[in-house]
């Protein structure tokens, strides 16, 4: 009988994070700017993208 190899992906445990401190921060700035879930959204889809855009232009 044949053995099946699994492949395994080494994804970084830090970057996992990041991405979703990232989103969660910009959906929270987002959200107390302009009280809309959809702007909310799209600005977590952005995440750290749309947090410097906020911090360079508040």
């Given at each position: 009988m044949k053995e099946r190899k699994e492949k395994k992906f080494n994804?970084?445990?830090?970057?996992?994070?990041?991405?979703?401190?990232g989103s969660a921060l910009?959906?929270?700035?987002?959200w107390s700017?302009?009280?809309s879930?959809?702007?909310a959204?799209?600005?977590g889809f952005f995440s750290w993208f749309y947090v410097i855009y906020y911090?360079?232009?508040r």
């Amino acid at each position: 009988m044949k053995e099946r190899k699994e492949k395994k992906f080494n994804v970084p445990v830090g970057s996992k994070g990041a991405i979703t401190f990232g989103s969660a921060l910009a959906i929270t700035i987002s959200w107390s700017i302009h009280k809309s879930i959809l702007w909310a959204i799209i600005h977590g889809f952005f995440s750290w993208f749309y947090v410097i855009y906020y911090i360079l232009t508040r």
